[in-house]
């Protein structure tokens, strides 16, 4: 069994064939973090290596395999979630003050009217759904939630969609703003 599961060791380090198809088809998938992925498969098997060689039974190249499918899972649950977060800006900044400043105030002026165009209820709960930090923001929650009736999870995601649309609304507006300034 150790000598098999060395041998899939080697295959999924790159010594068989198909890890390069295999890297190809993570990044066909949008995987841009496929060693990161393979290290953290590697990671997980040598942390349970003493486990798996006592109990496990089979091709060691499978074992390797169903850590790896987990390992995926989670990277694209992961991603997925984040998408719902803007994703970071990698543009160089070379904006002077004077432009950064009037873009603040577009931002702060189109937050105001999307806020104001939530209906009022909509409104006051996404201002007290997010207006505390840290224990004092879990409390609020609570209290909040049992002045609705909801549970904590039907808050959160009724805070959720608030925040969705919100977004869309921002976006349009300073689309709108910015081909106002360009025309």
């Not at 068989?16 to 066909?28: F, P």
Request: aromatic share 6%.
């Amino acid at each position: 069994m150790q000598g098999d599961l060395s041998s899939a060791l080697l295959l999924y380090c790159g010594v068989g064939c198909d890890v390069q198809t295999n890297e190809e088809r993570a990044i066909s998938r949008g995987c841009i973090d496929a060693e990161m992925l393979a290290d953290e498969v590697m990671n997980r098997v040598a942390v349970r290596i003493d486990e798996i060689v006592k109990t496990y039974d089979g091709d060691p190249a499978r074992c390797f395999q169903g850590f790896a499918e987990k390992v995926c899972l989670e990277y694209f649950r992961d991603l997925k979630r984040r998408s719902d977060v803007d994703p970071p800006s990698y543009e160089v900044n070379n904006k002077n003050e004077f432009e950064r400043q009037r873009e603040r105030e577009q931002e702060d002026n189109c937050l105001n009217r999307c806020m104001d165009e939530l209906v009022i209820a909509d409104n006051e709960l996404f201002r007290r759904y997010f207006q505390d930090e840290k224990r004092a923001k879990i409390d609020a929650r609570k209290k909040l939630a049992a002045e609705l009736q909801l549970t904590a999870n039907a808050l959160r995601i009724k805070a959720h969609r608030i925040r969705l649309r919100l977004r869309r609304c921002m976006e349009a507006c300073l689309r709108e703003s910015a081909e106002t300034i360009s025309d």
